[in-house]
T-cell receptor, first 113, second 113 residues
Framework: AQSVTQPDIHITVSEGASLELRCNYS??????LFWYVQSPGQGLQLLLK??????LVQGIKGFEAEFKRSQSSFNLRKPSVHWSDAAEYFC???????????FGAGTTVTVRA | DSGVTQTPKHLITATGQRVTLRCSPR?????VYWYQQSLDQGLQFLIQ???????AKGNILERFSAQQFPDLHSELNLSSLELGDSALYFC????????????FGQGTRLTVV
């Protein structure tokens, strides 16, 4: 069955520390991959996306993600976290020619001073 | 601002009632998607419309229906509401190019009491 897994429900990180959020997918072929962020009371904002090509993709707000086909993973990273990065992060996939997104369960990030 | 507008932002209603959620997509986007975000189910795709026609259906209950009008705005109708229908309902739109991304509105928070 097709699925998107975010193994970490909640991560706490100190301001200025690095952050890595994990995402694994199970699909027959390589899907299109996305990371979205949801701040409290807000909608979903796209951080970055991967369709093909360079496996390291840069996004907004200083985030990057690396696609690893062998591990079926698309992990999100940020070298130095700011307090404003406290939010919920969702990994999402869609298969080519199908425009609907399938989301992981989300990872809540708390930033401590 | 994603360009996708959802109204109302909040809705409180009683069990058994019917409500209508409205979505205006980004200018030029022909596709509209509806998603439900709840604590127990996470983010679930409900339904997609493309240029007025239903294109894909997800985990949408029979009590729920949607439509897309000639001006491309969409409405999600929820009837015979139950406590479990309390959730955040998101609308997203895309232009459906091969690599088109989905832009999300800020959601409608539905509380059924």
């Amino acid at each position: 069955a097709q699925s998107v897994t975010q193994p970490d429900i909640h991560i706490t990180v100190s301001e200025g520390a690095s952050l890595e959020l994990r995402c694994n997918y199970s699909y027959g072929a390589t899907p299109y991959l996305f990371w979205y962020v949801q701040s409290p009371g807000q909608g979903l904002q796209l951080l970055l996306k991967y369709f093909s090509g360079d496996t390291l993709v840069q996004g907004i707000k200083g985030f990057e993600a690396e696609f690893k086909r062998s591990q079926s993973s698309f992990n999100l990273r940020k070298p130095s976290v700011h307090w404003s990065d406290a939010a919920e992060y969702f990994c999402a996939v869609r298969v080519p020619n199908d425009y609907k997104l399938s989301f992981g369960a989300g990872t809540t990030v708390t930033v401590r001073a | 601002d994603s360009g996708v507008t959802q109204t109302p932002k909040h809705l409180i209603t009683a069990t058994g009632q019917r409500v209508t959620l409205r979505c205006s997509p980004r200018s030029g986007d022909l596709s509209v998607y509806w998603y439900q975000q709840s604590l127990d189910q996470g983010l679930q795709f409900l339904i997609q419309y493309y240029n007025g026609e239903e294109r894909a259906k997800g985990n949408i209950l029979e009590r729920f229906s949607a439509q897309q009008f000639p001006d491309l705005h969409s409405e999600l109708n929820l009837s015979s509401l139950e406590l479990g229908d309390s959730a955040l309902y998101f609308c997203a739109s895309s232009d459906d190019r091969a690599l088109g991304e989905a832009f999300f509105g800020q959601g409608t928070r539905l509380t059924v009491v």
